[in-house]
């Protein structure tokens, strides 16, 4: 549930794990079923990065596959983006999914499997 009490107008769901290579790959695929809201997929390169890099998409209310290739994950630090290079895609140590629409509100967003190809 997002609450705006607080000041709060976001609710993100995130995983850190030891660093993944993946720079023989060049996209994420997503496997998910989300409740028509919008989402943020979120990654890092590197855990202790102040900034993520950002994919907005929509859900259907389905089970679908979303794919998002590594260079349209552009750089964001607190809603603004940022003047440098979009995600390249050579190492992995954080991911995470955020729901920001600033109102009060309940969301679903189920995951089957998320992979690199």
Do not use: H
């Amino acid at each position: 549930k997002v609450s705006t009490d607080n000041n709060g107008v976001f609710t993100m769901m995130q995983n850190r794990f030891e660093t993944i290579q993946i720079e023989k790959f060049k996209k994420f695929v997503i496997k998910l079923k989300g409740d028509k809201k919008n989402y943020q997929f979120r990654v890092k390169s590197d855990r202790y990065q102040q900034y993520a890099f950002v994919y907005q998409f929509s859900t259907s209310g389905e089970w679908e596959e979303i794919s998002i290739p590594f260079s349209s994950l552009v750089p964001r630090f607190r809603g603004r983006s940022l003047d440098m290079e979009n995600f390249k895609g050579t190492q992995l140590e954080e991911i995470a999914f955020l729901i920001g629409n600033k109102k009060d509100e309940s969301f679903e967003l189920q995951i089957g499997e998320i992979r690199v190809e």
